[in-house]
């Protein structure tokens, strides 16, 4: 919600961490990458520095945001 981007702007810890609960799984679909395993087959897997690029880029935002 928009109190709680507000928030996270304001420096809450506690609602940045709101918003980053909202949008793991977005974080973690974009994160991964193709494997192919020992057996041919292809499996997916999380790219840590993907992951941790994408979470730092949405901190920025975060803080960047002007309440209005």
Do not use: W
């Not at 909202?22 to 020992?38: F, G, R, W």
Request: hydrophobic letters at 40%; charged letters at 30%.
């Amino acid at each position: 919600t928009y109190g709680i981007i507000c928030a996270a702007a304001g420096g809450s810890e506690e609602a940045e961490e709101t918003i980053f609960d909202y949008y793991e799984p977005y974080i973690i679909k974009l994160s991964k990458i193709p494997y192919i395993n020992d057996d041919g087959q292809v499996r997916y897997i999380i790219d840590e520095d993907i992951y941790m690029s994408l979470k730092l880029k949405l901190h920025e935002l975060i803080l960047k945001f002007k309440v209005v």
